[in-house]
């Protein structure tokens, strides 16, 4: 079958705001890979004076803070503006996580930074000779000058220019999800390889490598992968409510990948319910959503076409190997032609170009592969660009 492989994203802390210089880049991932155990412990209240005092945050967005409903949210909320409070909000707020008794999470975060706070600019003198009549002098009584220069693993850099393919820029919250977490999601991969004598389906030889190949992908687009194999149709059932159940709250995204015969078969049920059944209210916490449901206006006016209603949650993307009744092909020594073509897809464009963008790119070359035809496919709720994070 069709690989099939879900990407469910979460819009909170989408964000803006701060002045001042730009928080250096090694803070902002000290930030994010600690945000997870942050959430966790961290007391935010004894903290709101401190950081109003010190000039990190206003009383405006103080409030803000606080109006979120549970610590948790609060916390996540105030570790992802953290990164843009400016280049001071990182040693202030260890400072004052020291100062309330905290200290525990300001060493993990100075330890996820990999250094002590920036050092002064370590400065060198540069001999220079003046010109004129004292240039016949000797060596030894030449007059010098001593000018300070920086060394050269510290002079300005300029910041990088936006990756060449990419015309949209990512830090638009109006247009593109914004991934902050480190890891930025869970990642579940179900490899069914071998089916029980009595289902009368064929070993999926060659999954291995697709198995492998996945894995290695999503670990560096920063996922918490998990792999499992040849489960029974009431085994993914429980894993999948289970994943729900977790606490997404620290995390900015959620990926899931089934490898396994198609539903053609009449012996795997459709997994569409993946996507669209998300009942645990743990999961669905960690899902942006402005959608409302439609009411038709009264009047003589246009009348609705479908359903008044919208699909529940949003933000969700679900990509299937081929069209549903179709065959998909999978190569025993390579791997599927779907995961094969969408691991160097990923590999090649996933630091410059959106999700969709790079999925158009593996149909195109899936459909283009051998006299044999396939074409990969995806129903697609989600409201903005989704970019990977790269390593």
Not at 287 to 301: H, K, M, R
Request: glycine share 6%; hydrophobic share 35%; proline share 6%.
């Amino acid at each position: 079958m069709p690989g099939r492989w879900r990407c469910c994203t979460g819009g909170a802390g989408e964000r803006g705001g701060g002045d001042g210089a730009a928080m250096e880049e090694r803070r902002r991932r000290a930030l994010r890979r600690s945000r997870v155990l942050l959430v966790e412990r961290l007391r935010p209240e004894p903290l709101w004076e401190p950081l109003r005092e010190r000039g990190v945050f206003t009383e405006a967005m103080l409030e803000e803070l606080r109006s979120l409903r549970t610590r948790r949210e609060q916390v996540r909320q105030l570790v992802i503006d953290l990164e843009s409070r400016g280049q001071q909000a990182f040693p202030v707020f260890l400072s004052i996580l020291r100062d309330t008794g905290q200290g525990e999470l300001a060493d993990a975060l100075s330890e996820a930074c990999g250094s002590l706070p920036s050092q002064p600019i370590n400065l060198r003198p540069v001999q220079l000779e003046p010109s004129g009549e004292k240039r016949g002098k000797s060596e030894s009584t030449v007059e010098r000058l001593s000018i300070p220069v920086q060394d050269k693993n510290e002079q300005f850099r300029a910041p990088p220019a936006p990756a060449k393919g990419s015309a949209v820029d990512k830090s638009d919250q109006n247009l593109v999800y914004q991934l902050k977490a480190d890891p930025c999601g869970h990642c579940l991969i179900i490899n069914n390889i071998t089916f029980s004598p009595d289902s009368g389906l064929s070993t999926r030889t060659g999954s291995d490598v697709d198995c492998e190949r996945l894995e290695k992908r999503f670990k560096s687009l920063c996922f918490r992968v998990q792999t499992l194999r040849n489960l029974k149709a009431q085994e993914i059932n429980a894993k999948l409510r289970s994943l729900a159940q977790q606490d997404h709250s620290a995390l900015d995204c959620c990926l899931v990948v089934i490898l396994s015969h198609g539903c053609q078969t009449r012996k795997i049920k459709d997994l569409k319910w993946i996507a669209i059944h998300p009942e645990d209210e743990t999961c669905r916490s960690s899902v942006e959503s402005d959608a409302t449901p439609f009411q038709a206006p009264s009047g003589n006016l246009d009348e609705p076409d479908a359903v008044a209603s919208l699909p529940t949650p949003g933000d969700i993307l679900v990509s299937y190997s081929t069209f549903p009744g179709f065959v998909s092909w999978r190569d025993k020594s390579s791997g599927s032609w779907y995961v094969e073509t969408l691991d160097s897809m990923l590999g090649q464009h996933a630091h410059s170009e959106d999700l969709l963008t790079v999925l158009v790119r593996v149909a195109n070359a899936v459909s283009a592969k051998g006299k044999f035809k396939q074409i990969p496919g995806c129903f697609n709720f989600l409201r903005k660009k989704f970019f990977f994070m790269c390593k």
